[in-house]
């Protein structure tokens, strides 16, 4: 068989999982990032169908092979435009999926719409194989490395076009895919040829913009589409990359005033500025500035300005340039020398070169310089030493009030995070972080909890000497110093709050006669809670507060998980009283999706697969194949959505994670499927059993070994340019991959051998392990982290192998093993 023969399955495999990156960043504009894990579950509910069907009509679909791929690559790329154009037309709102039920409905058909092009595409992937038995090998290698290319190749698109054109060059790659296909047809060969081709360039070239733009169906909760709805406020410029779709907004008749945390007692007017927003939500502002440090007095009463009240003149560090606020406060306030650290290269054009002459060139200036870097990775290699790191308010109060960055891993505010930052300290300076204040408080709280333990972790015997904490209206910002605050200091503190009309929360010395003074709250929530988190009764406080507000860590990097189950009754009660605001949305919404995602699982893979039941073996064999189907489905997903949710710290950015580790991870896994056979024959000695077994062990070890090198790993390599932490990523990733490739189709053969009635069972049934998995592991990693994920997908590998064998055939393996010479 030629190796053009296979190409089209190479291109549709690209374009399946190109698709499927593209769609986490289309729906990272349109709704919120935790719309990923869906997708990725979208994604494998429609190959699990696709294995069903191709199962239920495999003879007919083979005997026209050419024209079935074809028609099945051509419905992939009208699909992939008119699924996606249908889904973000929907009124689908998820923040009302609590109260409104009628939103289930909504998801639902969500899920049935963008199913549709991941049903077709993997469809041509099973036809190949099932066209061509004895080519498996080749198959697998055109199938995976297509798929790779196109998780990564997405990314670079990226850099090039907006999402919305690259959805139409998705679309146009199924059709170029089906034309090839065409040319092996009997009859009418290069007229359907032409004819796809011509469609592939209409929908790359012709197809209307607004099928496939994102923007126009945003929603309404974002702040870009609030935003807009001011009169004559327009939109300036765009700019899109990977990192994110950047919006800068103008509003002549009603100038943005963006300052957070402004004080009352403040009598000047705020500069003009342009909204610079982020996927439509996280906003920072470019200000119109003359250059007269004067006209930036109303900065000076920001929460976030406290630190230059105890600090002359410092050398800092602000992590988080985004539009330049802070760079002119620190300015304002006489700073020596900025570092500002930015992770888009888009963000500092804009700033630095696009809009230099409305920001006076702040970003320009001798004293000024921008660093294009991840915070983490430039705190843990500078060899700087700061007298201030300051760590501005970037997204913005609608996201956090609604609660939708519960999923959001965020390794900015974790334990290690601010053991990092301290590091870099000079030895008698602070950090600055400030954050929304949400009543009853969450962020603060759990900011507050991570800053003491962080503190505890470096040997501070007493954490609240080196804390302060005040709050206005609507922020609060939190100074942790590297040496105890003196009495100096807090006098500072209290001058600059009563200045301000601010309230001091805590502050070495601070008693109840000191708090809630102006910003008047029923309960001082800040004050209780810092005496609470730093004294004896800490984990009782912890455990009882209505939010989850432990420390986060590395290893459950989700800041913005303050979910309890036990609060859900209360709340619920409480939704038409405002107490909606309370609801972590994110949360919610990821548990409705793994519902619906079970039950369409069991309707389109499991039940088309019972209608064509045939007299399988007895009941007991049955159940112990269907456990394992299920053990590997369940065990694989966890090991790769724990590695893309470990890999963000080390790649930087969400969509470099799931495109390089997805990437890894099939490539790596189809060659261990393809090797599989060989492995079977060299090591297991001929017994399917007996290769599982050797393989979920070598497994075992290499996931228990990056459980314990990760961490070292990333620390010593964060530093490095993105190409050379994705060579790195898919080096890690191999020997695991390669290895988890083999238990399926080993444990497929062996099943087959005994009854090919359980094979089509055996794909539905990893399918739908596949598909609950997705959305399953994320969970798991809020409440165990990602070591316990890992941990529980460890266990099920090494079961896998005494479920397939049964109680007898287990023992006698264990002796085997055990025994090598006697077996």
């Known amino acids: 068989m030629r190796a053009g023969c296979l190409l089209p399955v190479g291109l549709i495999s690209a374009a399946t999982l190109s698709y499927e990156v593209l769609l986490m960043r289309l729906f990272s504009i349109v709704q919120w990032h935790y719309f990923a894990y869906m997708i990725i579950s979208i994604a494998l509910l429609g190959f699990g169908a696709s294995g069903s069907f191709v199962a239920l009509a495999r003879r007919p679909l083979v005997e026209r092979y050419p024209a079935a791929f074809a028609a099945s690559a051509a419905l992939f790329g009208i699909t992939a435009v008119a699924s996606f154009a249908g889904a973000e037309r929907l009124p689908f709102n998820p923040l009302e999926i609590v109260w409104n039920p009628g939103q289930l409905g909504w998801l639902a058909a969500s899920y049935a719409l963008l199913f549709l092009p991941f049903f077709f595409g993997a469809t041509c992937i099973g036809l190949a194989f099932s066209r061509h038995p004895d080519q498996i090998g080749r198959v697998y290698a055109f199938d995976m490395v297509g798929a790779g290319t196109g998780a990564l190749g997405t990314v670079g698109l990226l850099f090039l076009v907006f999402p919305s054109v690259a959805l139409r060059l998705v679309a146009a790659l199924g059709f170029v895919a089906a034309a090839l296909s065409a040319t092996g047809m009997a009859r009418h060969r290069w007229l359907a040829a032409g004819s796809l ?103 000076d009463r920001t929460t976030a300005a406290l630190p230059y009240r105890i600090l002359e003149r410092p050398r800092m560090l602000i992590l988080g340039a985004g539009g330049g606020e802070q760079v002119l406060l620190a300015l304002r306030a006489g700073a020596d020398t900025v570092d500002a650290v930015e992770v888009n290269p888009q963000m500092i054009d804009l700033v630095r070169d696009r809009f230099a002459d409305f920001a006076g060139g702040i970003f320009s200036r001798p004293n000024v310089h921008v660093h294009l870097a991840e915070a983490r990775a430039f705190a843990a290699t500078t060899d700087e030493r700061y007298d201030l790191i300051q760590m501005p308010l970037l997204d913005s109060f609608s996201a956090a009030a609604a609660g939708v960055q519960s999923m959001h891993e965020n390794y900015t505010y974790t334990v290690e995070a601010l053991r990092d930052y301290l590091t870099v300290l000079k030895p008698e300076e602070v950090i ?37 904490l005040i709050r206005s209206w609507n922020t609060a910002t939190l100074l942790v110093a590297k040496s105890p605050f003196i009495g100096e200091d807090v006098a500072a503190i209290r001058r600059f709050a009563a200045e301000n009309f601010f309230d001091i929360s805590w502050a070495p010395g601070i008693s109840t006669s000191d708090v809630n003074r102006y910003n008047q709250l029923d309960q001082e929530y800040l004050y209780e809670g810092a005496l609470a988190l730093l004294g004896p009764g800490r984990a009782g406080f912890t455990e009882r507060y209505k939010f989850d507000i432990s420390p986060a860590t590395d290893n459950r990097p989700y800041f913005f998980d303050f979910f309890r189950w036990r609060a859900l009754p209360e709340l619920l009660t409480l939704r038409t009283q405002g107490g909606a605001a309370m609801l972590d949305w994110g949360y919610l919404i990821l548990v409705t999706t793994l519902v619906q995602a079970a039950v369409l699982s069991a309707v389109l893979i499991l039940f088309p697969l019972w209608l064509r039941r045939r007299a399988p073996p007895r009941a007991e064999r049955r159940l112990r194949f269907g456990l394992y189907f299920l053990a590997l489905g369940l065990a694989f997903l966890f090991i790769e959505i724990a590695f893309i949710q470990r890999f963000l710290l080390f790649l930087g950015h969400p969509l470099y994670a799931v495109a390089v580790v997805l990437a890894g991870f099939l490539a790596f896994a189809g060659l261990g499927s393809a090797i599989a056979a060989r492995w079977m024959a060299a090591v297991g000695r001929g017994s399917a059993v007996r290769g599982i077994t050797l393989a979920v062990v070598v497994i075992a070890l290499l996931a228990a070994t990056y459980l314990l090198a990760l961490p070292l790993i990333f620390e010593r390599l964060l530093a490095l340019p993105d190409a050379a932490k994705i060579a790195i990523t898919l080096l890690l990733i191999a020997p695991l991959a390669v290895f988890m490739g083999m238990p399926f189709p080993i444990g497929l053969g062996y099943v087959g051998a005994r009854s090919e009635a359980l094979i089509p069972w055996a794909w539905g049934i990893n399918g739908c392990a596949s598909v609950l998995s997705a959305i399953l592991a994320a969970l798991l990693a809020m409440h165990v982290g990602f070591t316990g994920v890992v941990a529980i997908a460890t266990i099920l590998y090494l079961v896998a192998p005494a479920l397939l064998a049964g109680p007898r055939d287990a023992a006698l393996l264990a002796k085997r093993i055990s025994d090598p010479k006697g077996s």
């Open 197 to 299: 081709g011509l469609a592939a360039v209409a929908i790359a070239v012709w197809l209307p913009p607004s099928w496939t733009a994102p923007a126009p169906h945003m929603s309404q909760y974002k702040g870009l589409r609030m935003a807009l709805e001011v009169p004559n406020a327009r939109v300036v410029e765009e700019r899109s990359s990977p990192l994110g779709l950047l919006t800068i907004v103008e509003s002549p008749t009603v100038p943005f005033r963006y300052v957070p945390g402004l004080s009352l007692a403040n009598t000047q007017e705020p500069l003009a500025q342009l909204a610079v927003f982020t996927d439509g939500e996280s906003i920072t502002t470019i200000t119109a500035y003359d250059g007269a440090p004067a006209t930036l007095a109303y900065l």
């Open 432 to 468: 600055a972080i400030t954050r929304w204040l949400r009543v009853p408080p969450r962020d603060i709280l759990k900011l507050f909890a991570t800053a003491t333990a962080a503190l505890e972790a470096d040997g501070v015997a007493e954490p609240g000497t080196h804390l302060a």
